[in-house]
């Protein structure tokens, strides 16, 4: 016999009279003596059994041993429920089967936690996470997981990209964070590191004829983890040859508007609004804003050149917020307190500092009754980043956010390089091998500052899902670029030699993106971080609370790697 010949969750009032063979957990049992009712679960849903001594003695016996979770195979007669039992809340409320078999296929210890138990903590659910995927919200997430990416493979199909493995033991890969290092036993000392994306075998593959390059790629990249942050991640990766930036803009907004469909979720216009960097940074202090509320930032620099008052005068750059409200002396001694943690000297209410500004300087900011203009004055830099952060934290707290709205967009023209407090030099803003505004390529060593990168990113309700660029297909530029960032001839033969190769021997013109799976699924699933639509995941210290990772070896097996650990292993 099958182990099971109907599912669950699929049984309707049509089905009755009919026999059936069911199999799945026990998910929760009512005992009242004689009759016992147990609802049956498989992933399709839950389903009421009802074992009656007085139908079948056997399965009477049996069902007094059931607890909450054991494994059970049932056959009987499905019935229609008498009109004041059927369960509306149910899809499969209006039957029930009337067991005469009942067999226990698998019994389970007492549970560390209930299925329906709220607030269970995190640790034990990823402890015991194969009972936390029987839940209904675990059950959800990883299937909408396989079936967005599936719409994701078949967008790509359709558009002919082809499916190529690139490794995942390579050398460090410049994606701006740390590299995992695997040590190698044939080669004591040498190391690989673990593909922080697969950005150079992908170009590599446009040099090779492939043209359209997809794989939903594993990557590793050792930052601390957060909510949208796993050490090792998916994403859909991709890159195109003989494209413009449009190109690989319209492929990603099919794969997301296809994995909007088949969720079951209203996907957003196409084509997602352009906007570009300068302008986002100014408008909203950072380059992945969230645009699903106003509160645009204004600038008042120029207005406030001539000022009395010495603070807006003085400073390089005065921009300002006008949000819809008043505050009270003490909410805004509050506000000041958080903008200040944000690295703010201080931050100006309109209506404590009017008595300073002249009367072109308050028309200029046009204030309604009932609004607060609320200002920072500062390097730019800071007084982007602290309005930025005080319009999001302004929109949670006034509650301005409406949470039904799914809005995508896109930032392009982003600066090639940024300068790095680290080294003290230019480094690149989003990878080494990002191309230039086609008019800027000469600029690149003589005003690194100002030259523009095609580069990219896709952004949803400020979240960024993704980066790409157009590359850069002549090995001199590439060596510009390698220059700028203080990567003398020889270092840059060691270090990317194989990529300068390829680019003297027919590189075509080529550009790709790559946007995080995890985190698109997790929006998507309206799940607040990437851990509960990812099977396994690993807690924010870096461990796996199942398996018990990351372990110690002994010190024979690190000899054999020509490893030596400078302080004694933990107990
Ligand atoms: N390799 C880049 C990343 O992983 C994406 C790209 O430029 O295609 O972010």
Redesign the pocket.
């Known amino acids: 016999m099958a182990w099971r010949e109907a599912m669950c969750g699929e049984l309707r009032a049509g089905d009755a009279g009919r026999r059936v063979t069911v199999a799945g957990w026990a998910d929760t049992r009512r005992d009242f003596g004689g009759l016992v009712f147990v609802d049956l679960r498989d992933h399709t849903g839950k389903l009421q059994l009802v074992i009656n001594p007085e139908h079948s003695s056997a399965a009477a016996a049996v069902a007094h041993e059931i607890r909450n979770e054991f494994v059970l195979q049932a056959s009987g007669e499905v019935l229609a429920r008498a009109p004041e039992t059927v369960n509306p809340n149910l899809p499969t409320g209006q039957i029930e089967v009337q067991v005469d078999e009942l067999r226990i296929l698998s019994r389970s210890t007492a549970l560390p936690f209930q299925l329906d138990e709220e607030n269970v903590e995190e640790t034990i659910r990823l402890r015991y996470r194969w009972l936390d995927m029987r839940t209904e919200r675990m059950q959800r997430n990883l299937r909408l997981n396989h079936t967005a990416i599936s719409a994701i493979r078949r967008v790509m199909d359709e558009r002919g990209f082809v499916d190529v493995w690139t490794p995942s033991m390579t050398r460090g890969t410049p994606?701006g964070a740390r590299d995992f290092l695997l040590p190698v036993r044939l080669q004591p000392g040498k190391f690989f590191a673990l593909a922080?994306?697969p950005?150079l075998f992908k170009q590599l593959c446009m040099v090779g004829g492939i043209d359209r390059y997809y794989q939903i790629a594993t990557?590793w990249r050792d930052e601390d983890l957060r909510a949208d942050r796993q050490f090792e991640f998916r994403?859909l990766?991709l890159?195109m040859a003989f494209v413009e930036r449009e190109d690989v803009l319209d492929v990603m907004e099919a794969c997301v508007v296809g994995a909007f469909e088949v969720a079951g979720v209203e996907p957003p216009p196409r084509p997602f609004p352009r906007l570009v960097y300068d302008d986002v940074l100014l408008r909203f202090g950072s380059d992945k804003p969230d645009l699903r509320f106003g509160l645009e930032i204004q600038d008042a620099t120029e207005v406030t050149r001539e000022s009395e008052f010495g603070v807006f005068k003085n400073a390089p750059c005065v921009r300002y917020v006008v949000v819809p409200r008043t505050f009270s002396r003490s909410e805004q001694a509050r506000l000041e307190e958080v903008a200040k943690e944000w690295g703010a000297k201080g931050l100006a209410n309109l209506t404590q500092i009017s008595k300073f500004l002249s009367e072109p300087e308050l028309q200029a900011f046009g204030v309604e009754e009932g609004s607060t203009a609320l200002f920072v004055a500062d390097e730019e830099a800071v007084v982007a980043r602290v309005l930025g952060l005080l319009r999001l934290h302004l929109a949670h707290e006034l509650d301005l956010i409406d949470a039904s709205l799914d809005v995508f967009h896109w930032v392009t023209d982003f600066p090639l390089f940024e300068h790095s407090e680290e080294y003290g030099g230019w480094t690149f803003m989003?990878?080494p091998f990002t191309a230039t505004v086609p008019s800027e390529e000469q600029r690149i060593e003589s005003d690194p500052e100002h030259v523009r990168g095609q580069h990219y990113d896709l952004i949803w309700n400020g979240w960024e899902l993704?980066?790409?660029?157009i590359r850069i297909h002549e090995a001199e530029v590439q060596q510009a670029v390698f220059r700028v960032m203080g990567m003398g001839e020889e270092e840059q033969r060691d270090k990317f030699g194989f990529l300068l190769d390829a680019l003297q021997m027919g590189a075509p013109p080529h550009g790709?993106?790559?946007m995080g799976i995890d985190r698109f699924i997790a929006l998507l699933a309206r799940e607040p971080d990437i851990r509960q639509v990812t099977a396994f995941p690993k807690i924010a210290s870096g461990a796996d609370p199942l398996t018990g990772a990351p372990t110690p070896y002994p010190d024979s097996a690190l000899k054999e790697l020509g490893i030596r650990l400078l302080d004694p292993q933990p107990e």
């Open positions: 994606e922080q994306s950005q990557c994403q990766d890159e989003h990878h993704g980066s790409g660029s790709g993106f790559a």
